[in-house]
């Protein structure tokens, strides 16, 4: 069974900056796609990030793209996300996901992955 577990959420100011980790373990991780998604309250659960299994593709969300970074260390089973120029906007809970199929090139939907974590909480204060 595949067990994803989020860290690094917090409370931080607008205009700073939080690193989010996600650890899996109890599977199969260097071959899989994997994502960031947030869920704000009252709001549907939004594509953030993914990351192919090699590293080298890495599609953002509009929102995101030039403030975050997502990573892999396939040696540690770990993907990470570096958020920078935090808006209040960006408040939500994130959560890491696993892509339902090995080496897929789909990433957006979270219909497309079948294990998540718990979520991580990311409070951004104006």
């Known amino acids: 069974q595949v067990q994803l577990v989020e860290s690094g959420g917090g409370l931080v100011q607008a205009g700073g900056s939080l690193r989010l980790s996600c650890a899996a373990s109890g599977g199969d991780f260097s071959s899989y796609p994997m994502g960031w998604f947030r869920q704000a309250p009252g709001k549907e659960r939004e594509f953030v990030a993914a990351v192919s299994p090699s590293g080298s593709t890495t599609p953002y969300a509009d929102s995101v793209s030039g403030r975050f970074t997502i990573s892999r260390d396939n040696a540690k089973n770990t993907i990470y996300l570096q958020m920078n120029r935090l808006k209040p906007e960006d408040m939500a809970v994130y959560f890491c996901?696993?892509?339902?199929?090995?080496?897929?090139?789909?990433?957006?939907?979270?219909?497309?992955?079948?294990?998540w974590g718990q979520g991580t909480q990311v409070t951004v204060s104006s």
């Open positions: 996901a696993r892509r339902g199929r090995p080496f897929s090139t789909q990433y957006l939907s979270h219909t497309l992955y079948d294990y």
